[in-house]
């Protein structure tokens, strides 16, 4: 475990107009740490998720992120490129349509080494078995490589997008609702892959879900939000087996038995 | 692992002061189910204490704060980590609690919580995993332990949730000892075992006490309880009450 924080989240909010998206966020995320945002639609965790990966400007507040050469960074002082840049390396963003985060008309090994070439690999022999080493890693038959993903199901497709994320090493990578929409059994099988890939490479995650099932299984803390606000945080069991907030004992029983 | 310091017979390694839980229902219109309050006791290395009483005493709640899944309203739950470090459940980070699982505090639970697709020898792997063992160590592992409580070999392979209770109950246990926590939470360990792997369970467990593990544990089954306890705590004189 690394004694310093990876990211430093302070007082952030986001209006829109006289309407509140977000406000008053703070917390700290560790590598290695997977943190669950969870909440029911309007919430506010999407607008939260979209400010923290910087595609949302704040009102206010600040996220410092240890940078690779150790330094702290508040990243809305970041200029245009240098967020790029992390976007493009340090991070990862897997989005809940598959298309918003893949080329749908370029090959799957070109959809994964295309991230390859953007942190400076050339080598093309390097880049495509690379490319064929992640299709493995997310299950997908390497006989698919040259395969565009518009040909591929929703979960493969799913499962590409991740490839495409992870292969640059990235240290903190940013889910939104990334089980969204697909069947329960590819849901399963895409949660424990997930599971394992966050494990063996220490991932730092931040997720948003509002399926409280997703996040007990892939997280280790959680903060609960209503109307913007964070109404609730702590371990994830511990918010799920002995919830405080009326809100948040009321989304716990709904849970379906099954 | 283990250092002589930690599995020293006698050393305290959790103490348990005033603690007491409340349950606030809010979808009740409110209403406050008192659990248990006041709640004192010692468990050192080398022995196992159990909690006695019946049904709705709190002997569950007791076992779940000192893992950290339900939240204590006050008091302490102090950890011993040798070396005069310790700390406070009550008051402890989700980080630091993460930590003292890692490292310090093990359980068993009742039920498994199955991950699909992932096996039953990995299940079991998984927590020495965590502790920096190899895969191929944590797997060995696992496997001499599910061989002991007998669960079919044609069986580790597969993902534990279509197992029957005894099955799952015996995986469940092998993950909970695999490790050499100091300290570890026995919650109903042997309640779907048959007499042979009840007998197994008892044997781990005072394998476990040889080793100087602390164990703090559940056992409904009166003949177990006479065989593992050092000493029975009774629950109801924790009786919290109404607020």
């Not at chain 1, 892939?218 to 606000?229: D, I, N, P, Q, T």
Request: net charge neutral.
């Amino acid at each position: 475990m690394s004694d310093e924080a990876l990211l430093r989240v302070n007082g952030l909010g986001k209006s829109y107009g006289s309407r509140i998206g977000c406000t008053d966020v703070g917390f700290e995320l560790w590598p290695g740490e997977v943190l669950a945002i969870v909440g029911e639609s309007g919430s506010g965790k999407t607008t939260l998720l979209n400010c923290l990966s910087t595609a949302l400007d704040p009102t206010r507040g600040r996220a410092e992120y240890r940078m690779r050469d150790g330094a702290f960074r508040n990243l809305y002082d970041l200029g245009e490129a240098e967020r790029r840049f992390l976007m493009r390396t340090d991070w990862g963003f897997v989005h809940q349509n598959p298309a918003d985060g893949l080329r749908m008309t370029v090959s799957a090994g070109a959809n994964v080494g295309e991230r390859l070439m953007a942190v400076g690999e050339r080598h093309y022999g390097r880049i495509r078995a690379t490319a064929l080493d992640w299709l493995t890693r997310v299950e997908i038959a390497t006989d698919r490589i040259d395969d565009q993903p518009r040909a591929f199901s929703g979960g493969m497709r799913q499962r590409l997008q991740i490839a495409r994320n992870l292969v640059t090493n990235p240290r903190l990578v940013f889910m939104d609702e990334p089980t969204g929409g697909l069947d329960v059994s590819v849901q399963a099988r895409l949660l424990d892959l997930l599971r394992g890939l966050v494990a063996d490479l220490g991932l730092a995650v931040i997720i948003v879900t509002h399926d409280l099932a997703v996040a007990r299984l892939l997280s280790h803390r959680m903060m609960v939000m209503k109307e913007g606000r964070v109404i609730e945080a702590g371990l994830t069991d511990r918010v799920l087996d002995d919830p405080r907030e009326p809100y948040t004992q009321l989304l716990v029983s709904s849970i379906l038995q099954v | 692992m283990t250092d002589a310091a930690i599995s020293e017979p006698g050393l305290l390694r959790l103490s348990l002061h005033d603690v007491s839980k409340t349950f606030t229902m809010h979808l009740r219109g409110g209403v406050v189910l008192p659990v248990v309050g006041d709640v004192s006791f010692d468990v050192h290395a080398g022995e196992c204490v159990v909690l006695g009483g019946p049904s709705g005493a709190g002997k569950s709640s007791i076992l779940k704060m000192a893992y950290g899944n339900y939240g204590a309203d006050s008091g302490a739950i102090r950890f011993h980590r040798g070396g005069g470090d310790s700390i406070d459940l009550v008051t402890a980070t989700p980080r630091e609690t993460l930590e003292l699982r890692r490292a310090t505090v093990g359980y068993v639970s009742q039920f498994l919580r199955t991950v699909p697709r992932v096996s039953a020898l990995d299940v079991v792997a998984e927590p020495l995993l965590a502790h920096g063992a190899s895969r191929g160590e944590a797997r060995t592992r696992a496997g001499m332990l599910l061989a002991r409580l007998n669960l079919p070999e044609r069986l580790w392979s597969l993902p534990p949730a279509t197992f029957s209770g005894g099955e799952q109950q015996r995986v469940n246990i092998a993950r909970g000892f695999i490790t050499d926590h100091p300290v570890l939470l026995l919650d109903e360990p042997t309640a779907s075992l048959d007499a042979t792997n009840r007998k197994a369970v008892i044997a781990m467990v005072e394998e476990k006490k040889r080793a100087g593990i602390a164990m703090l544990g559940i056992f409904h089954d009166d003949d177990v309880r006479a065989q593992v306890a050092d000493c029975i705590v009774d629950v109801t004189r924790f009786a919290a009450r109404a607020a």
